[in-house]
DNA sequence: GTGAAAGCGCTAACAA
DNA sequence: TTGTTAGCGCTTTCAC
């Protein structure tokens, strides 16, 4: 790699003299602004093109107070975040907004509480112009901070506090729940359990009423904590095998969870789903569809909702700043559908 | 959310008002200047508390030319990315690394050559300070770019391209799979195939490298390109046992092909390793532990590899910001050495 | 040791 | 329509 960075890179003032123009001139040219004459314009299009010119960030964040940049914080206490593509679906689908609208994604990962003195300084720093955040856990501190930093927020997950004012985006997990125990149902299934999530993230607690209220009068022994790995969910089958031989059904609150039911249920001699049929939820296509057999699940469309996040965010700063693209929707919360995903576990 | 994002926030000059220091002074207190003399330093620092001051990056930027800030660039013309946690653990440990030296993370994800004019266009905007590059792929533009952006680079992998001044972090990949198939060797196999990568990477060319070191007069038939994809791995795995009857031993050339492999030969009939030995390659925990049964694989230490592309790139920073601290180690690629893990396929 | 002053490259009033 | 002029908030000579 040749020092080719040595070369300094041309200003404003380079491509306005080069033109034949003023600063002000060149500048309204870069920046689109109506009004400049045609000829002119062409010229320091030329300037632009010839010198290479790429306007300084810094300089122009200085004054306009824009960095068209978003931070993506990630609470990640557990290393649940890496075994899971969960994430990564969801950063992709911000990556895709945030790029059609020219903004910056600037991720910022933490490793436990230590690491979020450290993001509020960053983001009371004025990087960036708002933030996503995924805070998987019911005591985070994470959104208060971004708040005390005066950061726009958007949460991806709801959170467990209810304010008018935050603004979030998760699947109806609960409407999901109640989808899978239908199907398990509609398959004439009657012993049904359900390896919940640990009950510390909302959405473990909304799948868990999901399934309360199509089967309210389950035996509380039909429920078992599984803590979103295979192996918590591999415990919670046996657990539920033991205490119910006569299980017929099985609602797992997450796919990766489903993949360990279903290996306790090979290890025990049950056939699936003629034993026992078992429902998943998420959809992560890298494990649902190789799971023997393929995992029926509730579908949530990850990407999208990160794609909604970017969205929701940037439409908040944009009617921050006044104005912006025709404000029509409505600055809300957005919940999305899930749907039933049939393949051979039930 | 309110809108405390209105409270402006304190500038340099607020917190040297309340000292009653000039500008200069609190600046270098604030950056930790020598010479300061400690009672107005001690005022600085109480007044840098109670305003809650906290420098604007922008203006920083703006005249030190520092971003503290590297790009992450990830080529990612399929989605084998997503399916693979294997970056996830390398940003990792690149976000390790950078958050230890006070250096933010950009991530540049790009969907394809259409996104790379918008990456260049970035690099050269002067953003960051440097960028890491992952580029999956051959005939990837990627680097080329970033040095015509005149943004120094480290590249994830090694390139297809010898050139003494490209950076590189890599593992041992041919020494891993020459150890790979000397661990089925000692095993007593002697009928051993590979399932290589594609060939349009180099790591899946020095695996196959690797490979034919130890068994020079293996079979051509006895090498079956798999694509990195479970089913990939599967149809390689079928393909092999058709056309070797006797085949008993197996190395794939990554975990995520081993898993189907290791359903091919379940669906077959074949015992794993009484019948056929498996090993892979990478050991990504969440897919080596949970095979069946579990895969001895060949070890890289992907989030430290990470972490050492972070560690050359800064210092390949300081090193051009002249001087840094105490250049001892020499500017050049690293590989890392890899290491069998045997579980129980093989 | 400390302060005054000169910019870094850009945008946005305001004049012309 | 175009140019002139102030800064944005910070670092950094250079005098004192």
Redesign the pocket.
Known sequence: MSDSSYA?????????ARA?????????V??G?????A???ERVRQAVDELG????????A????RKDAVAVVVAEPETRFFSDPFFAQQVRGISRELTARDNQLVLLLTEGADDYERVGRYLAGGHVDGALIFSLHADDTLPALAERAGVPTVIGGRPDWSDGDTLYVDCDNRGGARDAVHHLLGLGRRRIGHIAGRQDQTASVDRLDGFRDVAPDADPGLIVEGDFTPDGGARAMAELLDRYPDLDGVFAASDVMASGALRTLRQRGRRVPEDVAVVGFDDIVSVAEWTDPPLTTIRQDIEEMGQMMARLLLRRLDAAAGGGPADDAPLKPIVTPTQVVVRASA
Chains 1, 2 share one sequence.
């Open positions: 300094p890179r041309p200003t404003l003032e380079d491509i306005a034949g123009v003023s600063r002000a001139t060149a500048s309204r870069v920046n602004s109506e009004g400049v004459r000829p002119l314009a010119y790429v306007p300084n960030q810094a300089a122009r200085l004054v306009t107070r």
